[in-house]
């Protein structure tokens, strides 16, 4: 093939973005996560990062990072494997580990390399995974390159999920992938019921609490917290790139199976460890989580309340979220675009979801109200939606 010919296979489908006038991705910031965020110098309510307890911006976080720079630099440009591997590092596996409540931790770079990662190096063709239909792409990718069998089960549904497993016979090994809190409709996965089925027929959960770590739960630790299970014996994953306020990822569950991974998951061997700034702000955001998870949470939970409110009255069909996640049911790409336009067009940024992260006519407009913002910011939050009454 000629590099003409090549080139001319990548074509953009600019059909939305010329129906609507708009590309809501990669807006370019120019501030941090504050009350306010920039965009080409004006002022936008972030409701879309995931900053759900608006610790992205915070002082102690900033300084903390900050001296860990001094100590260690900026990266430490090796993979953990080699030298890579800081006391910072060692420290926040130990502490994330506690926070967790499992029995040990490894962390990678972000998480969606450790779902990616994980699947290759444990299983193989032999096993299959049974995957909730709405789980990440991060792993089903991970999935299918690990060349297992993908058995998708309808979303949060239980009975369907127990007919598979009755079903299936003669693999290896066989998992149950799910998220906690799904994030484009912020629903939670029941997870205690979910363990159960797999103790019944010999299965191995595996859960990504990205959406749920540092959310839910009475102290804020997750998925396993929230659903009571003290003796979790299977594996959890989560970013730290959301409530954690950073970056990376990380595989938690036995120490067997975490120590393994150190040495045989090609993700973590053969990648740049997290630099140690990262590892500092994460460290801190956990002391910060265990002292004021309760104060934090009250004020992330006004403000999705106010938000999902403001909403509804105003003729917003939403999902049933019952997390931080407000989702508005958009239709179509068109629309979904047309809409998450009219809110940035009135300072509100927030994140469209459209074919194919969704099915076509379930488009989906998240917002994330997290609690760095002040409550005249909601007011003026409410006031836009108000205005945009449907
Ligand atoms: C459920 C879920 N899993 C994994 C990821 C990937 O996390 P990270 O940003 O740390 O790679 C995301 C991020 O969008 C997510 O929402």
Same mark, same amino acid.
């Given at each position: 093939m000629k590099f003409e010919e090549f080139y001319k296979r990548f074509k953009l489908d600019h059909d939305v973005v010329q129906k609507t006038g708009f590309n809501p991705y990669y807006p370019v910031i120019q501030s941090g996560?504050?009350?306010?965020? @920039? =965009?080409?110098?004006?002022?936008?309510?972030?409701l879309a990062s995931n900053n759900?307890?608006?610790l992205a911006n915070d002082w102690r976080v900033k300084k903390a990072c900050l001296a860990a720079v001094e100590k260690y630099g900026v990266s430490l440009c090796a993979t953990p494997i080699a030298s890579g591997y800081s006391e910072l590092y060692y420290r926040v596996e130990q502490k994330l580990t506690k926070f967790v409540g499992l029995e040990s931790a490894i962390i990678y770079p972000s998480c969606y390399q450790a779902n990616n990662g994980l699947f290759p190096a444990i299983a193989g063709k032999e096993d299959i995974? @049974? =995957?909730?239909?709405?789980?990440h792409s991060s792993l089903i990718e991970g999935i299918r390159s690990a060349g297992c069998k993908i058995w998708p089960f309808l979303h949060n549904n239980l009975d369907y999920l127990e007919k598979i497993l009755k079903k299936i016979s003669g693999y290896r090994q066989v998992f149950v992938v799910t998220e906690s809190v799904f994030s484009t409709e912020g629903d939670i996965a029941p997870f205690k019921e979910i363990v159960e089925l797999c103790e019944k027929y010999n299965a191995f959960?595996?859960?990504?609490?990205?959406?749920?770590i540092g959310v839910i739960g009475k102290n804020g630790k997750g998925i396993l917290e929230y659903a009571g299970l003290k003796d979790f014996q299977g594996i959890f994953t989560t970013s730290l790139g959301k409530s954690l306020a950073n970056s990376g990822g990380i595989i938690c569950g036995r120490k067997s199976l975490i120590d393994y991974l150190r040495y045989y998951s090609s993700h973590l061997v053969y990648s740049t460890s997290l630099p140690t700034s990262s590892l500092a702000g994460i460290e801190i955001v956990l002391e910060i989580i265990e002292q004021e998870f309760s104060e934090l949470s009250k004020?992330?939970?006004?403000?999705?309340?106010?938000i999902s409110d403001a909403l509804r009255d105003s003729g917003f069909d939403l999902t049933d979220s019952i997390t931080p996640i407000t989702s508005i049911k958009s239709g179509d790409p068109v629309k979904t675009i047309s809409l998450a336009k009219e809110l940035f067009n009135n300072n509100i940024l927030t994140t469209p979801f459209v074919y194919p992260s969704v099915q076509y006519n379930e488009g989906r407009i998240r917002l994330i109200a997290g609690a760095k913002l002040s409550e005249s910011t909601i007011d003026r939050a409410t006031e836009?939606?108000?205005?945009?009454?449907?």
């Amino acid at each position: 093939m000629k590099f003409e010919e090549f080139y001319k296979r990548f074509k953009l489908d600019h059909d939305v973005v010329q129906k609507t006038g708009f590309n809501p991705y990669y807006p370019v910031i120019q501030s941090g996560l504050d009350d306010y965020i @920039i =965009i080409e110098g004006n002022k936008y309510i972030d409701l879309a990062s995931n900053n759900y307890l608006g610790l992205a911006n915070d002082w102690r976080v900033k300084k903390a990072c900050l001296a860990a720079v001094e100590k260690y630099g900026v990266s430490l440009c090796a993979t953990p494997i080699a030298s890579g591997y800081s006391e910072l590092y060692y420290r926040v596996e130990q502490k994330l580990t506690k926070f967790v409540g499992l029995e040990s931790a490894i962390i990678y770079p972000s998480c969606y390399q450790a779902n990616n990662g994980l699947f290759p190096a444990i299983a193989g063709k032999e096993d299959i995974a @049974i =995957i909730d239909r709405s789980a990440h792409s991060s792993l089903i990718e991970g999935i299918r390159s690990a060349g297992c069998k993908i058995w998708p089960f309808l979303h949060n549904n239980l009975d369907y999920l127990e007919k598979i497993l009755k079903k299936i016979s003669g693999y290896r090994q066989v998992f149950v992938v799910t998220e906690s809190v799904f994030s484009t409709e912020g629903d939670i996965a029941p997870f205690k019921e979910i363990v159960e089925l797999c103790e019944k027929y010999n299965a191995f959960p595996v859960i990504d609490d990205s959406h749920g770590i540092g959310v839910i739960g009475k102290n804020g630790k997750g998925i396993l917290e929230y659903a009571g299970l003290k003796d979790f014996q299977g594996i959890f994953t989560t970013s730290l790139g959301k409530s954690l306020a950073n970056s990376g990822g990380i595989i938690c569950g036995r120490k067997s199976l975490i120590d393994y991974l150190r040495y045989y998951s090609s993700h973590l061997v053969y990648s740049t460890s997290l630099p140690t700034s990262s590892l500092a702000g994460i460290e801190i955001v956990l002391e910060i989580i265990e002292q004021e998870f309760s104060e934090l949470s009250k004020k992330m939970w006004f403000s999705k309340r106010t938000i999902s409110d403001a909403l509804r009255d105003s003729g917003f069909d939403l999902t049933d979220s019952i997390t931080p996640i407000t989702s508005i049911k958009s239709g179509d790409p068109v629309k979904t675009i047309s809409l998450a336009k009219e809110l940035f067009n009135n300072n509100i940024l927030t994140t469209p979801f459209v074919y194919p992260s969704v099915q076509y006519n379930e488009g989906r407009i998240r917002l994330i109200a997290g609690a760095k913002l002040s409550e005249s910011t909601i007011d003026r939050a409410t006031e836009i939606i108000k205005s945009l009454k449907r």
